[in-house]
């Protein structure tokens, strides 16, 4: 069957460490994978993009690498800070529709 | 440049009714994608319109529809109510079709009775 997982349904992170969360997928062959950021009670917010021809892509503290032998996909915040603490999605395109993961809970403790 | 809004934020319904909810994408997007979010099943793609037509349709049933309209404004209509709908709503825009970057509303939540 297909599916999208996100390894952890929460997270707990020191402040300055790095948060590695995971995305995997089987049986879904996607041209791209996304990552978003949710805040409680608010619409999720797009923070990077990837394609399966990409290994590795970067935008200030984040950076995001897409392995498609390994069907999976690390999202990693640097230096985090606890306005990082969040609910983080994967999603990615199969099937002509875009499949979301679960999320994982991003808790930076201070 | 105004973000994409929702009407209404919440909304109280009976078993049976049918709901409309109305979206306004960020002004020259052109792709609006329809999502349901539920503690259990996560964020589920409803449908994507471009140009005024459906392009995608995720595995819902035919209570739920939506449109587009030529400015691009889009609502969604659920008929026939049922309690497993109630939801967070969400609308998300995009310059072009596929979901790709979206951009997402605040969202409806809708609570059935």
């Known amino acids: 069957s297909q599916k999208i997982e996100q390894n952890s349904e929460a997270l707990n992170i020191q402040e300055g460490k790095t948060a590695t969360l995971t995305c995997n997928y089987t049986?879904?062959?996607?041209?791209?994978l996304q990552w978003y950021r949710q805040d409680p009670g608010r619409g999720p917010v797009f923070l990077l993009l990837i394609r399966e021809n990409e290994k590795e892509k970067r935008k200030e503290r984040l950076k995001v690498t897409f392995d498609t032998t390994l069907k999976q996909s690390l999202f990693h915040i640097t230096a985090s800070q606890p306005a990082d603490s969040a609910t983080y999605l994967c999603?990615?395109?199969?099937?002509?529709?875009?499949?979301f993961g679960k999320g994982t809970r991003l808790h930076i403790l201070p | 440049k105004a973000g994409v809004t929702q009407t209404p934020r919440y909304l109280i319904k009976t078993r049976g009714q049918q709901v409309t909810l109305s979206c306004s994408p960020i002004s020259g997007h052109r792709s609006v994608s329809w999502y349901q979010q539920t503690p259990g099943q996560g964020l589920q793609f409803l449908f994507e319109?471009?140009?005024?037509?459906?392009?995608n349709k995720g595995n819902f049933p035919g209570r739920f529809s939506g449109r587009q309209f030529s400015n691009s404004r889009s609502e969604m209509n659920v008929s026939t109510l049922e309690l497993g709908d109630s939801a967070l709503y969400l609308c998300a825009s995009s310059l072009v079709q596929g979901a790709y970057e979206q951009f997402f509303g605040p969202g409806t939540r809708l609570t059935v009775l």
């Open positions: 319109y471009f140009s005024e037509t459906q392009r």
């Open positions: 049986n879904y062959s996607p041209a791209y």
């Open positions: 999603a990615l395109d199969g099937d002509d529709k875009i499949i």
